[in-house]
């Protein structure tokens, strides 16, 4: 079963723009993390944030992540159309069996 | 380290049929892991294992579904019986040790059943 939900659905935004994804999730975690997929491909991890930290940031990346209200935001700065591509929150099982249980995902079109 | 690889990457066959994918993870990661995604939906955790040992399966696999990791390297598949219910994209990730919660995906095998 799916964690929780991911909004929007699809995102579509020029060059340039920034672009907010945000994951929702039901149970308590040790992580979070966000996964980029590019059309029929495999994930590639993007960025994990621990449950205590509150936010991060990796190149163009900024994550921030609420536990009070079991949210997370994927924000990327100044998208480019290489950013087009769904992408996913996960969280760990509370099991500590490292599966991860993924959002629906949010599908992002950057136009050039 | 040439990443997770995945054989084959697609498989067409006949409601009925048996199919097997293979996954060969990244090779000092201990853990390895089996997806299935369908369309438009994100990854559903199938199995895991921890070096040859198979710990945990999900309610999704069903008696047609099986999974090996002899060795504690490589890894197989199995759907057997296919239906088209099956048709998905079966991803595999790997993970070091100790506990690395960051997974490395293959490029995942896309399954149609006809």
């Known amino acids: 079963s799916q964690q929780g939900e991911e909004d929007p659905q699809a995102l579509s935004i020029q060059e340039g723009e920034n672009a907010t994804m945000n994951c929702s999730y039901k149970t308590s975690i040790n992580n979070l993390q966000w996964y980029r997929q590019n059309s029929g491909r495999g994930l590639v991890h993007l960025i994990l944030i621990r449950s205590n930290e509150r936010e991060k940031h990796s190149g163009r990346l900024r994550v921030t992540l609420d536990t009070s209200k079991k949210s997370s935001s994927l924000l990327i700065t100044a998208s480019r159309a290489a950013d087009t591509a769904s992408y996913f929150c996960a969280t760990d099982d509370p099991s500590n069996t490292g599966k991860l249980i993924f959002g629906q995902g949010t599908t992002l079109q950057v136009k050039p | 380290d040439t990443g997770v690889s995945q054989d084959p990457r697609h498989k067409i066959t006949k409601r009925g049929q048996n199919v097997t994918f293979r996954c060969d993870p990244i090779s000092e990661h201990n853990r390895l892991y089996w997806y299935r995604q369908t369309l438009g939906q994100g990854p559903e955790f199938l199995t895991y294992?921890?070096?040859?040992?198979?710990?945990?399966k999900s309610r999704l696999l069903s008696d047609r579904f099986s999974a090996e990791r002899p060795k504690g390297s490589f890894s197989t598949l199995e759907i057997q019986r296919t239906e088209q219910g099956d048709s998905a994209m079966y991803l595999c990730?790997?993970?070091?040790?100790?506990?690395?919660?960051?997974?490395?995906f293959g490029p995942g095998t896309r399954l149609t059943v006809t």
């Open positions: 294992f921890q070096n040859e040992a198979q710990l945990e």
């Open positions: 990730a790997s993970s070091g040790t100790p506990i690395s919660y960051e997974q490395y």
